[in-house]
């Protein structure tokens, strides 16, 4: 995460986002009131400055299925500005790999 992060805010003014995402509502009886509490916790502690989007237990499967997922976990996917994958790193990531996928990502 500290690579992620650091290329994060090396290329937020050239219009990168990073969007973080969550599974823990699909552990069962999984409160999302206190899951989200838990989860801004979490990351506002480490002062990443990035958002995170926490799926639903009802989404995962359409998720999974619209970006060819589960696989590696951790993965990381690269969108262009139209929303169009462009690049996906399975597995662990370093530095020179995530801002290669934000050079992928900016690309115009």
Do not use: S
Request: proline content about 6%; aromatic content about 6%.
């Amino acid at each position: 995460m500290p690579d992620l992060v650091k290329v994060a805010a090396q290329h937020r003014d050239r219009g990168l986002d990073v969007l973080l995402v969550d599974y823990d509502l699909q552990a069962p009886k999984a409160d999302p009131d206190k899951t989200r509490e838990r989860v801004e916790r979490f990351v506002n502690a480490r002062q990443w400055g990035l958002d995170v989007a926490i799926l639903r237990a009802e989404d995962i499967d359409a998720f999974h299925e619209r970006y060819d997922l589960p696989g590696p976990i951790p993965v990381t996917l690269a969108f262009d500005k139209r929303g169009e994958l462009v690049d996906r790193q399975e597995g662990e990531c370093d530095a020179a790999r995530f801002a290669e996928l934000a050079q992928r990502a900016l690309a115009p």
